[in-house]
Every structure is written in C-alpha cells, then in structure tokens.
C-alpha cells in the first residue's frame, strides 16, 4: 500500500503543479494557488521522505505531516472551486485524488497506531 501512496501522492503533485500553472497563467490568481501548490506538493515530498525514516515514530510523523498537507489542500481546492477559479470538473477530479490519498494515509496511520498498542 505504501507504494501505490508513494506513486499516487508524486502523480497528484504533478497534477496540482500543472493546476498552479493553468491558475497562474491563465486565471492569472496568484495567492490561493500558491497555497494549494505548497501543501499539494508537500503531501508526496512528506510520503517520499518517510521512506527513509529512523524509526516507526519518525515514519508515523512524516504520514502525519503529509495528511495535514492533503487535508490543507482539500481546503485550497474547495476555495478555488467555490471562487469560480476551478470549474466543476477540474474540481471534482483534484478532490477525488485528494481523498483518495487520504483515505490510503488515513489507513496506513491507523494500522500503524493499532501495531504499536499490540507490543
């Protein structure tokens, strides 16, 4: 599962700095897309680097760091498309990936936090 979170948080990031392109260039909106582009990215550098954690505490840290990231830029999202800077499809398909990266984070932290009561 860690891979597949690897791939879809580094594909996502990809996506959302193609969407801070569009916004910036074409929309010409500067500050809210800069934030999305910040927390978007943030979310598989965070994945990325907890592959070399020192240790399963390390590793659940960075997991949570990149869960508040996706939840940030869920909230990124909802402003753009409830501002008219994203329309609905965009949106919908971003917000889609987002939660889906959630849900995979969400997952991972909780089998994490059961395993470690077990010991």
Not at 56 to 78: G, P, Q
Not at 92 to 113: F, G, H, Y
Request: glycine share 2%.
């Amino acid at each position: 599962m860690e891979n597949n979170l690897h791939q879809k948080s580094r594909d996502f990031a990809i996506r959302i700095i193609n969407c801070y392109k569009f916004l910036t260039e074409q929309k010409h909106e500067q500050i809210m897309s800069k934030q999305l582009l910040r927390c978007g990215t943030s979310i598989g550098a965070n994945t990325r680097e907890s592959k070399n954690a020192q240790s399963r505490m390390d590793f659940l840290n960075k997991l949570n760091i990149a869960l508040k990231e996706a939840d940030e830029t869920e909230y990124w999202l909802d402003l753009l498309h409830e501002t008219k800077y994203l329309d609905d499809k965009l949106f919908q398909s971003l917000q889609s990936d987002c939660k889906e990266i959630i849900a995979i984070l969400v997952t991972i932290i909780k089998k994490l936090k059961e395993n470690s009561k077990e010991k």
